[in-house]
């Protein structure tokens, strides 16, 4: 199956820091990404929709300038979370999507982020 | 607002039972549905996709469409203790962006 990996696997940072997380397609060209916000005991939220040199498509009540996206080339999309605070703490976790092959999302492993 | 529900649970099943997990959703316009596992700290993995109403199998997973009810199921036949996770709900709604909304997941535990 497709391959989606993330990095870093898991992050602790201070508050007030910025922190960048990458979304790779390995085996395939992603023309979509999907960032997804998931706390502890709940499911998976959207955050936003990212589409290959366009600008992000945000959910409502997802701040785009404090969660910037950037989806530059068609294996990589990148979220930095600009002035980290604790309630940024999440597990946040990309998803990859190819409209050509009509393909179904595929989720990478996640990316644990810890905001002291 | 396009909602997909599920019972939280936790359901627990003993080994070797048929579980049985349910989903239901909003809109009548929606064109596919998702069952994703998720282990815990580990992110969702595919288990089963149906886009037609009526019964999915494949090896001891079965997913059930009912569009006129708004329903979909999971029927996991001879469950494993492996089997234990959290089991997720997840609608298309339409479009080329094939964005998903998720249900908020029923807990399974198969007891050996």
């Known amino acids: 199956g497709a391959v989606v990996s993330q990095h870093p696997s898991w992050v602790i940072c201070k508050s007030g820091t910025s922190v960048k997380i990458e979304c790779r397609s390995l085996?395939?060209?992603?023309?979509?990404m999907f960032w997804y916000r998931q706390f502890p005991k709940q499911s998976l939220m959207l955050m936003a929709t990212s589409n290959e040199g366009s600008k992000a498509t945000y959910e409502q009540g997802v701040e785009k300038d404090k969660f910037l996206i950037n989806h530059a080339s068609l294996t990589l999309s990148t979220l930095t979370v600009t002035s980290a605070h604790p309630e940024d703490s999440s597990f946040y976790i990309c998803?990859?999507?190819?409209?050509?092959?009509?393909?179904?999302?595929?989720f990478g492993p996640g990316t644990r982020l810890t905001v002291t | 607002q396009k909602e997909v529900e599920q019972n939280s649970g936790p359901l627990s099943v003993p080994e070797g039972a048929i579980a049985s997990l349910n989903c239901t959703y909003s809109d009548r316009g929606s064109q596919s549905f998702f069952w994703y596992r998720q282990y815990s700290g580990k992110s969702p993995e595919l288990i089963m996709f149906i886009y037609s109403n009526g019964d999915k199998e494949d090896g001891r997973f079965t997913a059930q469409l009912n569009k006129a009810s708004q329903y979909v199921s999971l029927l996991i036949r001879d469950s494993q203790p492996s089997d234990s996770a959290t089991y997720l709900c997840a609608v298309n709604y339409g479009g080329s962006a094939r964005q998903l909304t998720f249900g908020s997941g029923t807990q399974l535990t198969v007891l050996p």
């Open positions: 998803s990859a999507f190819d409209s050509q092959q009509q393909r179904e999302q595929y």
């Open positions: 085996d395939f060209q992603a023309t979509t």
